[in-house]
Structure formats: C-alpha cells, structure tokens
C-alpha cells in the first residue's frame, strides 16, 4: 500500500522512557492512519531516511482491522515527491 505523510511530530519520550515520532499519513482512499517510529528499535533504519512530510511512500501495511494504524514494521520505501496541499482560498471580504 501507498501513502503520503502528511505531518512528523517533533520526537516525544514515551511512557516505556524511549524516544518515538509520529507519523501521519493521508492513503489513498481519502482516509489517514499513522505509526510511532521508536529510534532505539530495529525498525527505525528503515523509516530514518523517510522522515520527511510531503512524499509518498509504498511497502505499507495495516497494523488493525480499523485501519487507522500502519505497521511500524514495514518495509517503507521512497515512491515520489508530492505537492503541498494549498491553503484554503481567502474569502477576500464577502460577507465580513
């Protein structure tokens, strides 16, 4: 499965003490997900290259039945670039 990571929060201490980021991910179907990267685990090399927001990433796999949360475990890899998402137009004015 394919999809774009949408937002990297900074990196947060977790109640286990080790280092972790979120990922955000917007898929294909219109829906999201997201996945916490812990630098200390194994894993972590395969995702350290990938964190940045705005590129689409393949190899993706659901970690539940909701399908709200990818598999940190797995094999992530860089598929393109994609544009920002613009800001919503102003409404210059009207009705103000």
Do not use: C, H
Not at 4 to 24: A, M, P, Q, V
Not at 42 to 60: D, M, P, R, T, V
Not at 63 to 73: G, H, V, Y
């Amino acid at each position: 499965m394919n999809a774009i990571i949408t937002r990297i929060d900074e990196w947060k201490r977790g109640s286990n003490g080790l280092l972790f980021k979120r990922i955000y991910f917007a898929t294909a179907d219109g829906a999201w997900a997201k996945t916490d990267v812990v630098k200390d685990y194994a894993n972590f090399k395969k995702w350290q290259s990938l964190l940045e927001e705005n590129i689409e990433i393949g190899g993706l796999r659901y970690a539940n039945e909701s399908k709200t949360t990818i598999d940190a475990d797995s094999s992530p890899f860089f598929v393109r670039r994609v544009s920002k998402p613009q800001d919503p137009p102003q409404q210059m004015g009207l009705f103000t």
